[in-house]
């Protein structure tokens, strides 16, 4: 039969040995959860400020065609620029530069659409540049809105496809 205090020691180290392991691997799998909700939430801001800037460059984009339509004269290349210049295209590219760089640096699952994006923008802000000089100004208007729209949509598309495999919508 083993000595009580052999015993009474014994199990003391193993008691103290178990609470020790329990408090690593508690404070480690704590630790770990915290970092990946944190990096969940990083990647989800991250994906709504891409989808807000979006927003934006429509909203610009949009705001400045409305105006064209509305002028009372001719559009002359002269007003057009000087319309792109009152509401701040330089604001556009610069959003359009964050946005490159979020993807790039963040979200590469997303360069595709990234790429498809711009080429949208840059097909709709070239129809734009070119309103001065077309026969048809409504139907300009009308393709500028048009490719304004997918190119946003298609982007917001691959965004919500994103939230949806990571889990960050729920429905």
């Known amino acids: 039969m083993p000595d009580q205090n052999l015993t009474a020691l014994l199990s003391a180290l193993i008691g103290g040995a178990l609470t020790i392991i329990g408090g690593f691997t ?3 799998y704590t630790q770990n959860s915290q970092e990946k909700k944190d990096k969940r939430k990083e990647i989800h801001d991250i994906l709504e400020s891409i989808y807000r800037k979006s927003l934006e460059i429509e909203n610009t984009y949009s705001l400045i065609a409305t105006e064209i339509h509305y002028q009372e004269d001719e559009n002359s290349a002269t007003k057009v620029r000087e319309i792109l210049e009152k509401y701040s295209i330089s604001s556009t590219i610069t959003a359009m530069t964050e946005i490159n ?3 790039d640096l963040y979200v ?3 360069k595709a659409a990234i790429s498809t994006y711009v080429d949208y923008i840059g ?3 070239e129809l734009l540049r070119n309103i001065a000089s077309a026969k048809d100004k409504e139907q300009v208007l009308t ?3 048009d490719k304004l729209r997918e ?3 298609k982007l917001r598309e691959a965004i919500v496809e994103i939230l949806c495999k990571k889990g960050y ?3």
């Open 26 to 28: 508690a404070n480690y």
């Open 101 to 103: 760089m979020l993807v």
């Open 108 to 110: 590469p699952p997303l």
């Open 123 to 125: 097909d709709a802000d």
């Open 143 to 145: 393709d500028f809105i």
């Open 151 to 153: 190119g946003t949509n």
């Open 169 to 171: 919508i729920y429905f």
